[in-house]
């Protein structure tokens, strides 16, 4: 049973950066996929970024793509999301899921974080 814990959220003004880290612990880290997910208040979660377990596979949102990017280092049992050119829209809690699918399968996601928030002021 993996656990996850993101770090790295925070209040941040338009065009600027965050960079997300999800440290995991309990699991066998490289065999799962891993994903980024977000929820602002009164929408639905987005499915933002994935990697699969072996870092080639990588999937993003089409609004994050050039902006956002998705890491892993395997050996540090560490999944990252670099954030560029934040908008207010990206506004949301983010949370971390470990997926023993595939990373594009969003229910195969069954493990998550506590999630962090960003805000992204103007």
């Known amino acids: 049973q993996v656990q996850l814990v993101e770090s790295g959220g925070g209040l941040v003004q338009a065009g600027g950066s965050l960079r997300l880290s999800c440290a995991a612990s309990?699991?066998?880290?490289?065999?799962?996929?891993m994903g980024w997910f977000r929820q602002a208040p009164g929408k639905e979660r987005e499915f933002v970024a994935a990697?699969?377990?072996?870092?080639?596979?990588?999937y993003y949102l089409d609004s994050v793509k050039g902006r956002f990017t998705i890491s892993r280092l395997n050996h540090q049992n560490h999944v990252y999301l670099q954030m560029n050119s934040l908008k207010r829209e990206d506004t949301a809690v983010y949370y971390c899921?470990?997926?023993?699918?595939?990373?594009?399968?969003?229910?195969?996601?069954?493990?998550w974080g506590q999630g962090t928030q960003v805000t992204v002021s103007s």
């Open positions: 899921a470990a997926s023993p699918g595939s990373y594009t399968s969003v229910r195969s996601y069954n493990h």
């Open positions: 990697i699969s377990w072996s870092g080639v596979g990588i």
């Open positions: 309990g699991g066998t880290f490289d065999r799962y996929a």
